[in-house]
């Protein structure tokens, strides 16, 4: 009789997880500093689900509507059974300052796809803190991060002076981290489905593990109690390049990328283009000697669509 109980505890508590592992959520949260944003959603089911069904919607402010031509976007494509898909907001000028300023290159080199380039057009990925996050299907929530309706800037109307405008509300929590605002947040190991109430108060410490604003090192890959879900990246390979030295008093520059790059640039900080050339090696060698001192900027650009940056000081 023992063994006939547990079998039916062991099948019950199965049935139950595959329930909960049934529907898309939000897997991780990446407010980062300036540009570095990020979203990475989870298929925990056993079946290829089609994005298209599917959009992202931001509730700026404390709004408790998202504006179906600015602030929704309708994804695209499949997600395979048990994988991640990684969407960062798309600010790959090396040049751009302010509200264009780049992603850095840890986080390009996550994402699965690159969305929102333009706030005017759509801004669901210029998050900052104080706007609930949701995913939907269709017109049924299916995930969200924060509250909408709420700013959690405010406490009772009045414009906090404790916080960093984000959740969790320090009128309810005490806790004066803003965990949604210059953070990196991964869902708790037990969390199998998503956020389904978009006017709950929303505390992020009951699902979330908080981490820094630039470690991005989680993304791509996902371990929760519906198994490892790994991502499955049209950018396969994350590329790379060493330039020395740097700084360069020498009149030459070395780089050694990871694999061969299509195209090499060199940038000023004013972002006028003073060299560009077509490349067949690992190795590159740019002449600096006819450069005047100070801050350049390095572009390669590879066959698989990475691009990647990195700054050079000629002294």
Not at 47 to 56: N, P, R
Request: proline share 3%.
């Amino acid at each position: 009789m023992k063994k006939i109980l547990l079998s039916i505890v062991s099948l019950l508590s199965f049935s139950a997880l595959t329930a909960q592992c049934s529907e898309l959520f939000i897997s991780e949260y990446v407010e980062g500093w300036s540009n570095n944003k990020a979203l990475e959603i989870v298929n925990p089911t056993n079946a290829t689900i089609d994005l298209s069904a599917y959009e992202l919607r931001r509730y700026s402010n404390g709004s408790s509507t998202a504006d179906p031509a600015t602030k929704r976007i309708t994804l695209s494509g499949n997600l395979a059974a048990y994988s991640v898909k990684v969407y960062v907001i798309d600010k790959r000028d090396s040049t751009g300052t302010g509200q264009e300023a780049p992603v850095w290159d840890t986080l390009q080199n996550q994402a699965d796809e690159f969305i929102c380039p333009n706030y005017t057009v759509n801004n669901v990925m210029y998050f900052n803190g104080n706007d609930a996050v949701a995913l939907f299907k269709g017109t049924t929530l299916v995930d969200i991060i924060g509250k909408a309706g709420e700013d959690p800037g405010t406490v009772n109307g009045v414009t906090s002076t404790h916080k960093a405008f984000g959740w969790p509300l320090i009128s309810t929590s005490g806790d004066s981290t803003a965990w949604t605002k210059d953070h990196v947040m991964v869902r708790k190991w037990g969390v199998t489905s998503g956020d389904t109430d978009a006017l709950d108060a929303f505390d992020p410490r009951t699902e979330w593990d908080s981490l820094s604003p630039l470690n991005f090192s989680n993304l791509g890959t996902h371990t929760c109690n519906c198994g490892t879900l790994v991502g499955n990246k049209e950018i396969e390979r994350n590329e790379k390049f060493n330039v020395f030295p740097n700084p360069s008093n020498t009149g030459l520059v070395t780089i050694k990328a990871s694999s061969e790059p299509t195209d090499v640039s060199v940038f000023s900080i004013l972002g006028e283009l003073v060299e560009q050339t077509n490349v067949n090696s690992t190795t590159v060698r740019i002449n600096t000697s006819e450069l005047t001192k100070g801050i350049y900027f390095v572009s390669l650009s590879f066959e698989n669509g990475q691009k990647i940056t990195k700054k050079i000081v000629i002294n």
